[in-house]
């Protein structure tokens, strides 16, 4: 055995063994049929990207977790940490002029230098939509109700989908005497949801009173349409009336999709990346401390690169929800091959494998030559029911 790191993986990567890669690759499938169905048309972008055209507008927070490279050139290259800038750069570059709305879709491999754990790998695999040119509260509701039958059908039931709107926090920053920076900590506050902390700080920064009182309940505010009438005291300035109306809008558009039972007004999300500007969602299931979706709206990202248009879109994180799969409902799988094809008679043998898979089965053929006895007893191990042993001058 070699010594060192000869037969290791680099920290937060994984190897996918049978069994786990085709449940991955399954779902998928199933994901990148259902968006399809829905018409949206899929993409695929490099792996590999230069620094500043994948860290446009997303934020100091994701710049700290990225994996950099230089090439022979000396220029800086990171793997992509998210797939939704990617796709604002093809759209702006290779895209410019398409009819709008676009539709795109893809799934993909991301990759954030973040400590591992159950659920946090340093490579992640996304699946997701784009929608470029539409700022209805319609293409929002559309976008969410499709993360909602993603979700279903992957085969989860019990989760939820958490509906935010990011402008009624920026109004509400926007009446306080505080830098860009002590707004993102009072940002990151609320949404880990840490009220004691939050007050602190606070009071740390003067901010006390009603001004105070205001920030404080933005984490509180979960629930149905009731939460609506609950903030509407937050409506201290037109930004700020403007995304509560905007939530309003787009959560009774929701209820026209018929996914509202799987909503809940949430005005503590903000998600974690500068670009958003409007309706963020996060996906929660049960068992799981972290969300197996995001998203929201982006209306300025595309602007960032030369080619102004609004947009909205969401990710799902696959193996995020293959792991709330695992913990709710353990899959039972069976092996690739349904059927097993030995014997003496290798042409026999040959020509049945060949007529099985033009029938759209899977077929392993036996290539060491077993007797009948041990091949049943090899199908066995694998899980294979149907065997047959094809004899010369049977």
Same mark, same amino acid.
């Given at each position: 055995?070699?010594?060192?790191?000869?037969?290791?993986?680099? $920290?937060?990567?994984?190897?996918?063994?049978?069994?786990?890669?085709?449940?991955?690759?399954?779902?998928?499938?199933?994901?990148?049929?259902?968006?399809?169905?829905?018409?949206?048309?899929?993409?695929?972008?490099?792996?590999?990207?230069?620094?500043?055209?994948?860290?446009?507008?997303?934020?100091?927070?994701?710049?700290?977790?990225?994996?950099?490279?230089?090439?022979?050139?000396?220029?800086?290259?990171?793997?992509?940490?998210?797939?939704?800038?990617?796709?604002?750069?093809?759209?702006?570059?290779?895209?410019?002029?398409?009819?709008?709305?676009?539709?795109?879709?893809?799934?993909?491999?991301?990759?954030?230098?973040?400590?591992?754990? $159950?659920?946090?790998?340093?490579?992640?695999?996304?699946?997701?939509?784009?929608?470029?040119?539409?700022?209805?509260?319609?293409?929002?509701?559309?976008?969410?109700?499709?993360?909602?039958?993603?979700?279903?059908?992957?085969?989860?039931?019990?989760?939820?989908?958490?509906?935010?709107?990011?402008?009624?926090?920026?109004?509400?920053?926007?009446?306080?005497?505080?830098?860009?920076?002590?707004?993102?900590?009072?940002?990151?506050?609320?949404?880990?949801?840490?009220?004691?902390?939050?007050?602190?700080?606070?009071?740390?920064?003067?901010?006390?009173?009603?001004?105070?009182?205001?920030?404080?309940?933005?984490?509180?505010?979960?629930?149905?349409?009731?939460?609506?009438?609950?903030?509407?005291?937050?409506?201290?300035?037109?930004?700020?009336?403007?995304?509560?109306?905007?939530?309003?809008?787009?959560?009774? $558009?929701?209820?026209?999709?018929?996914?509202?039972?799987?909503?809940?007004?949430?005005?503590?999300?903000?998600?974690?990346?500068?670009?958003?500007?409007?309706?963020?969602?996060?996906?929660?299931?049960?068992?799981?401390?972290?969300?197996?979706?995001?998203?929201?709206?982006?209306?300025?990202?595309?602007?960032?690169?030369?080619?102004?248009?609004?947009?909205?879109?969401?990710?799902?994180?696959?193996?995020?929800?293959?792991?709330?799969?695992?913990?709710?409902?353990?899959?039972?799988? $069976?092996?690739?091959?349904?059927?097993?094809?030995?014997?003496?008679?290798?042409?026999?043998?040959?020509?049945?494998?060949?007529?099985?898979?033009?029938?759209?089965?899977?077929?392993?053929?036996?290539?060491?030559?077993?007797?009948?006895?041990?091949?049943?007893?090899?199908?066995?191990?694998?899980?294979?029911?149907?065997?047959?042993?094809?004899?010369?001058?049977?």
């Amino acid at each position: 055995m070699k010594e060192g790191n000869g037969l290791q993986i680099p $920290a937060g990567m994984r190897d996918l063994l049978p069994g786990v890669a085709c449940d991955q690759r399954q779902l998928e499938s199933r994901c990148t049929g259902l968006f399809t169905s829905w018409g949206y048309q899929e993409v695929i972008t490099p792996t590999l990207e230069y620094l500043d055209a994948i860290t446009i507008d997303t934020g100091e927070e994701i710049r700290d977790h990225l994996f950099q490279l230089f090439d022979r050139q000396g220029k800086i290259l990171a793997l992509r940490p998210e797939m939704t800038t990617p796709i604002a750069r093809v759209v702006a570059t290779r895209l410019r002029g398409a009819a709008l709305p676009l539709r795109l879709c893809y799934a993909a491999n991301v990759f954030r230098y973040e400590e591992p754990q $159950a659920g946090r790998q340093r490579e992640i695999a996304q699946a997701g939509v784009e929608m470029i040119g539409a700022a209805t509260p319609l293409a929002d509701a559309e976008v969410i109700a499709l993360a909602v039958e993603a979700i279903k059908q992957s085969g989860l039931e019990d989760f939820q989908i958490s509906l935010g709107q990011i402008e009624i926090f920026n109004g509400l920053m926007e009446e306080l005497p505080l830098t860009v920076e002590q707004k993102s900590k009072v940002r990151t506050l609320v949404a880990k949801k840490d009220f004691v902390s939050l007050e602190e700080l606070l009071n740390s920064y003067g901010i006390t009173g009603a001004p105070a009182d205001r920030i404080l309940q933005l984490p509180t505010l979960h629930g149905g349409a009731e939460v609506l009438e609950q903030a509407a005291w937050l409506g201290v300035n037109d930004r700020a009336r403007q995304g509560l109306e905007n939530l309003r809008q787009v959560y009774q $558009a929701l209820a026209s999709f018929g996914v509202s039972d799987f909503v809940a007004l949430d005005l503590g999300v903000l998600r974690g990346f500068d670009y958003y500007t409007g309706i963020v969602f996060e996906g929660y299931t049960v068992g799981l401390g972290f969300p197996i979706c995001g998203g929201g709206r982006y209306d300025n990202l595309l602007g960032q690169l030369g080619y102004p248009c609004p947009a909205t879109g969401f990710a799902l994180g696959l193996d995020r929800i293959l792991l709330a799969l695992a913990r709710t409902n353990p899959p039972a799988r $069976a092996t690739s091959a349904v059927y097993l094809i030995g014997g003496d008679d290798t042409a026999a043998m040959l020509n049945k494998a060949t007529q099985l898979r033009s029938q759209g089965l899977s077929v392993e053929i036996d290539v060491l030559g077993r007797d009948e006895a041990s091949l049943q007893a090899y199908a066995q191990t694998r899980g294979i029911t149907q065997v047959q042993y094809c004899r010369q001058g049977g």
